[in-house]
């Protein structure tokens, strides 16, 4: 593999993870493989399924690796995009984030959690389960909550039926929650007393509860746990390099890099930072092969918080 990937000289790496941590993830592959020049390119999830679309409609196979959201897998396998490999890294980490067919492994994980403005309230108040959250005290623009979680909706529906989740959510709903889009600055608002209690991913709040700032999180139970796959590309340019590349961000060394960001990495032998973010709570993991009726899920969660 290695004598191959030095004739292709190459590897494009397309991501949906923020660019200041790929560029570092980049420079450490580069820094280990020299005789390999990494190109990146990072965009949301909607707009690089589209790139993708529109170059493969364009007759272009420009990329070889891809980290995204889990949502993307599907339509890149019904069009026949994905190459399988398994890398000999999958042995330490957990098999239910490993695809049985190699179209994809899990990179890293984020998970929906609970989260709480400590001046603003008790921890002995804090609800401690999602039934407690839908408590008449919370209502009327006490709760956060991401206009675009559909992956909660998503899981739950996997957990407990449509019936039940969606009910459930209607009556979240109810409750008159602060929609807004994005993690990091509603996290930042909930901080500044915006709100008393929010909805978001667990790393996104331990940012700032490790910095010092006045929020902590607790998980409701089961919390959904969404995978962020790794992919080759059936039409890779450069199919050595990109294998050596996934084997990398695989490997320890791309999981201690991982955890080094407080994002959450999936092998066994590297705990997140702190080990919590990944430990000590009951969740359900919520794989790609979820995503099939994830355009229905998307409308009813739109419908139900009346974000259209």
């Known amino acids: 593999m290695i004598e191959g990937a030095k004739k292709e000289g190459e590897v494009v790496w397309y ?8 560029k570092q993830v980049v420079d450490a592959f580069q820094k280990k493989y020299p005789f390999i020049k990494p190109t990146l390119f990072r965009t949301g999830g909607g707009p690089m399924l589209n790139k993708i679309m529109t170059e493969v409609r364009g007759g272009r196979h420009a990329w070889d690796i891809l980290v ?8 890149l396998m019904e069009r026949k995009l994905l190459a399988s490999y398994v890398s000999p890294e999958t042995k330490a980490i957990d098999s239910q984030l490993v695809d049985k067919e190699g179209y994809w492994t899990a990179y890293y ?6 989260g709480w403005n400590t001046k603003m309230v008790k921890k002995a108040d804090v609800p401690t389960s999602y039934e407690e959250l839908l ?4 209502k009327g623009g006490q709760i956060s909550i991401d206009t675009e979680a559909y992956g909660m909706l998503q899981g739950l529906i996997g957990l407990w039926g449509k019936e039940k989740a969606v009910s459930y959510f209607k009556r979240l709903a109810a409750m008159d929650p602060v929609p807004k889009r994005g993690n990091t600055e509603r996290v930042q608002m909930a901080v500044a007393g915006e709100y008393p209690l929010i909805i978001a991913y667990n790393q996104t709040i331990q940012r700032m509860t490790s910095r010092g700032a006045p929020i902590d999180w607790l998980a409701l139970e089961p919390a959904v746990v969404q995978v962020n796959p790794a992919m080759l ?6 199919p050595n390099a990109s294998r050596l590349f996934v084997d990398f961000i695989l490997s320890k060394q791309g999981g201690e890099m991982l955890r ?3 994002r959450i990495p999936v092998r066994k032998d590297v705990d997140p930072d702190p080990a919590r973010l990944f ?3 009951k969740y359900v993991i919520e794989n790609p092969e979820d995503y099939k009726n994830f355009d229905e899920t998307v409308k009813l969660y739109l419908e139900i918080f009346k974000l259209r």
């Open 15 to 22: 991501t949906t993870m923020t660019l200041d941590q790929s």
């Open 68 to 75: 995204g959201r889990g949502e993307m897998v599907l339509p």
């Open 109 to 114: 994980i984020n998970t929906y959690v609970l």
């Open 135 to 138: 408590n008449p005290k919370w």
């Open 233 to 238: 590309a059936a039409n890779a340019p450069h």
């Open 260 to 262: 080094s960001f407080q």
């Open 279 to 281: 430990r000590g709570y």
